[in-house]
């Protein structure tokens, strides 16, 4: 007792002397302000709370701290960032400083090959080549446009699995994620798999995300956590293990058949891998990378965009005042007798753009981008911000900004609609920041292009074919997942339009 005593005091001692020295030093020498902490336990304040209450913690201190606060989480220092001059200051104008990653951790070292994705490799050379080539030979928009068959084919079996469950109030996220992880399945792997085998990697994907948080707990002390989470860790390595099982003889395949194709066959995202010479080792991509690498493309872009699906369709319900509005935009514009609407016909559309954006700044599917590390120490705000320090940015405070955006809580896409019909709403953040729902700067979400793109595609058809009317109350309360999502999911009856 005599020693715990005498520990626990030391380190109230040092931590009142930090806190003094902080006070007097000149405010370009401190961190950013935060609640008191403690050398190697970090900040009190997680005696009460758990680390999954952040983002609830920060909204606290906020009004005593303001828009850039730094937590101690045990040793490490996180810088967050809610105010929008300074994201676009450090992400934008000091884009280079900002744009590393975190090392790996123990999970993803086992779930990735080490540092071979786009999201976790570090800021250099293997980082550039694997987001240019995905920019350029996937996402760039001649190359997405080149989807088109493929959008209205994932198109025409959403509409199918809608239209086969419409005797009863339809569970809609469901078909949203499915038909979206065809879409990204054919994109990836090039080929049309059978449902089966579609489902099998769907069922492999989702079984790591859904788990995210359960092996969250592995990064901290691995070594302990071997032993003490024996069962996580064998269930870690088993998924692991079950991709490159169901993922390996796809690629294998798809890499085999490449002298046996022509030229006017799709370009699929292994076809661009296969090739590939990383910079600083001088060598083609394992398999084992490829995997890794497909896996990333899969998840991003299958639940982000099935998520804010979900969102848009469940303002439309509630709001059908709204819905009506956007049904008579598409109709004013697109033939009754069309099929679809197709691709070209969504420039036409201002006011759908702006319901597609105004869901996004409410709902963003991500309330935080993923971690941002410098490499050297950088000044941001008259504050001094560590070498190696954690940054991150509060999406959902920016976009509900009330100086920034009037009663941000509402949906109302009005405030959209002048931009749309002009030069159109930078949702980048290159000029200015108002809202980052694809992140901004040098580390953007490389598919936000592509992710409006089959938003508006797939929005303008469901409202097009079908009038949407509420099943039971429509709650917006949000819960997190691999995503935010909607706590009970939207259930809503349909009819045809004609």
């Not at 005498?6 to 380190?11: A, G």
């Not at 699995?161 to 399945?185: E, K, N, T, W």
């Not at 890794?292 to 804010?308: I, K, M, N, R, Y």
């Amino acid at each position: 007792m005599e020693a715990w005593f005498i520990i626990i005091v030391s380190l109230c001692i040092a931590a009142l002397l930090q806190a003094l020295i902080s006070l007097s030093s000149p405010r370009r020498n401190r961190l950013p302000p935060g609640p008191p902490a403690l050398p190697l336990i970090g900040n009190l304040i997680w005696l009460r709370k758990s680390i999954s209450d952040l983002e609830h913690v920060l909204r606290l201190l906020k009004p005593d701290y303001g828009p850039i606060i730094t937590i101690h989480i045990a040793r490490r220092v996180f810088i967050f960032v809610s105010g929008h001059s300074i994201a676009h200051r450090a992400l934008v104008q000091n884009g280079a400083v900002f744009a590393d990653r975190p090392g790996a951790t123990a999970t993803l070292t086992h779930l990735n090959a080490p540092r071979k994705t786009i999201s976790a490799s570090s800021y250099g050379p293997t980082w550039r080549l694997l987001r240019r080539n995905l920019t350029q030979e996937i996402l760039h928009p001649s190359r997405v446009r080149g989807y088109s068959a493929s959008r209205r084919w994932v198109l025409s079996l959403l509409m199918d699995r809608i239209r086969g469950s419409s005797a009863a109030p339809v569970r809609l996220i469901d078909h949203f994620q499915y038909a979206m992880f065809c879409l990204l399945v054919l994109l990836c792997f090039g080929d049309k798999l059978q449902e089966s085998q579609i489902k099998e990697i769907e069922a492999i994907q989702r079984k790591y995300l859904l788990n995210f948080q359960r092996f969250a707990v592995l990064n901290f002390w691995p070594r302990l956590g071997r032993i003490i989470f024996r069962k996580r860790w064998k269930e870690l390595i088993e998924i692991r293990g079950e991709q490159d099982r169901i993922m390996i003889p796809l690629i294998r395949g798809r890499i085999e058949s490449k002298n046996m194709r022509n030229s006017n066959e799709l370009v699929a995202y292994v076809d661009t891998l296969a090739d590939l010479i990383l910079p600083e080792e001088k060598r083609k991509l394992r398999e084992e990378e490829i995997v890794s690498l497909c896996s990333e493309f899969l998840s991003a872009g299958t639940d982000t965009t099935s998520t804010a699906l979900q969102w848009i369709m469940a303002n439309l319900v509630k709001h059908r005042e709204i819905q009506e509005k956007v049904y008579q935009e598409i109709i004013g514009v697109v033939e009754l007798e069309g099929d679809v609407v197709e691709e070209e016909d969504l420039q036409k559309l201002p006011y759908l753009k702006a319901v597609v954006l105004e869901a996004l700044r409410r709902h963003p599917p991500a309330h935080f981008v993923l971690a941002h590390e410098v490499k050297e120490e950088v000044d941001l705000e008259g504050y001094r911000i560590p070498k190696d320090a954690y940054v991150n940015f509060m999406v959902a405070d920016m976009n509900w900004d009330p100086e920034v955006w009037e009663e941000p809580m509402e949906f109302r896409p009005e405030r959209f609609v002048e931009a749309c019909a002009g030069e159109g709403f930078d949702v980048t953040g290159s000029r200015e920041i108002k809202m980052m729902p694809f992140g901004a700067g040098r580390r953007v979400c490389p598919g936000f292009w592509m992710a409006m793109l089959h938003l508006e595609y797939l929005v303008a058809n469901l409202i097009r074919s079908f009038k949407w009317e509420a099943d039971d109350e429509v709650d917006l309360t949000e819960k997190q997942e691999s995503t935010v999502v909607m706590k009970n999911p939207l259930r809503a009856r349909i009819s045809p339009r004609n």
